[in-house]
């Protein structure tokens, strides 16, 4: 699986966004360590508080059949049907990957169909609070 490939599957996932209230759709897809890929979109709630990004969407249907591992994930979002330029991740969900990715995590960011930046965890979380603290 490309990084190529990978950001066109994302951009492919903003079709299953339920976003009524900002309009931005979403799509991300993420490559696990075992070659799978699941994908995600945003699915935002009345209450907001309740909304849940396509990148959380994608993790937690990854965690929740058994992957541990992850190699890169894409993203792709905006208002417009086009990809206009990078949408990134927000703090929550980099959070969420320093839980269970290397600052060598792969985050290709999705700037037009067939464009993209690629960036690592290291980069866009810098002295990522991760689970090492704790021990
Ligand atoms: N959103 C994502 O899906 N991923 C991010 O990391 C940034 C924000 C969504 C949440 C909400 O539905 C919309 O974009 C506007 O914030």
């Known amino acids: 699986m490309s990084e190529k490939e990978l950001a066109r599957l ?3 996932a903003r ?3 339920y976003s009524p209230y900002s309009g931005c759709k979403v799509g ?3 490559l696990s360590s075992s070659g799978k890929v699941f994908t995600g979109c945003n699915i935002e709630n009345s209450s907001f508080s309740a909304t849940v990004c396509a990148e959380r ?4 249907k990854a965690l929740s059949e058994g992957e541990k591992e992850f190699k890169m994930i894409a993203v792709a979002g905006g208002r417009s049907d086009n ?6 991740p927000c703090g929550v969900c980099r959070q969420v990957m320093a839980e269970f990715c290397s600052s060598e995590f792969v ?3 999705a700037t037009g169909k ?5 960036y ?4 866009l979380l810098p002295q990522a609070f991760s689970p090492g603290y704790l021990k």
Request: no cysteine.
């Open 107 to 109: 985050i290709i960011l």
């Open 114 to 118: 067939d464009s993209y930046k690629k």
């Open 15 to 17: 079709n299953f966004s």
């Open 10 to 12: 994302a951009i492919k």
């Open 83 to 88: 990809i206009e330029g990078e949408f990134p």
């Open 28 to 30: 991300a897809a993420l």
């Open 57 to 60: 969407t994608a993790f937690f």
């Open 120 to 123: 690592f965890l290291s980069e």
